[in-house]
Nanobody, 122 residues
């Protein structure tokens, strides 16, 4: 089994910053990509940022220039630095990891954390 644990959420004023952290643990052979998604009430879960093994990263248009995703490949952690936060960033943020758990089987599957609440007040 694989567990993802997020931390760092909270309440901030517009224009402020937060840093979210996610740690993956359990039976892990390797992790391909890790990312952050968010879901606001009544809305579909959406990509915020994803980091790939090759060092590239994708960002949602709303996150570009404000958010930065970073990984520690040895610790199996991923962070999301969020600056210049806006009220529309308010959502539950979920960590995701595409994990290979079996060294004998080339198979990856996605795992999700429990989510951490981010609330941005105006």
């Amino acid at each position: 089994q694989v567990q993802l644990v997020e931390s760092g959420g909270g309440l901030v004023q517009a224009g402020g910053s937060l840093r979210l952290s996610c740690a993956a643990s359990g039976t892990i052979f390797s992790i391909n990509s890790m990312g952050w998604y968010r879901q606001a009430p009544g809305k579909q879960r959406e990509l915020v940022a994803r980091s790939f093994s090759g060092g590239t990263a994708n960002y949602a248009d709303s996150a570009k220039g404000r958010f930065t995703i970073s990984r520690d490949f040895n610790k199996n952690t991923v962070d999301l630095q969020m600056n210049t936060l806006k009220p529309e960033d308010t959502a539950v943020y979920y960590c995701n990891a595409n994990v290979r758990v079996d060294s004998r089987n080339y198979f990856f599957q996605n795992y999700w954390g429990q989510g951490t609440q981010v609330a941005v007040s105006s």
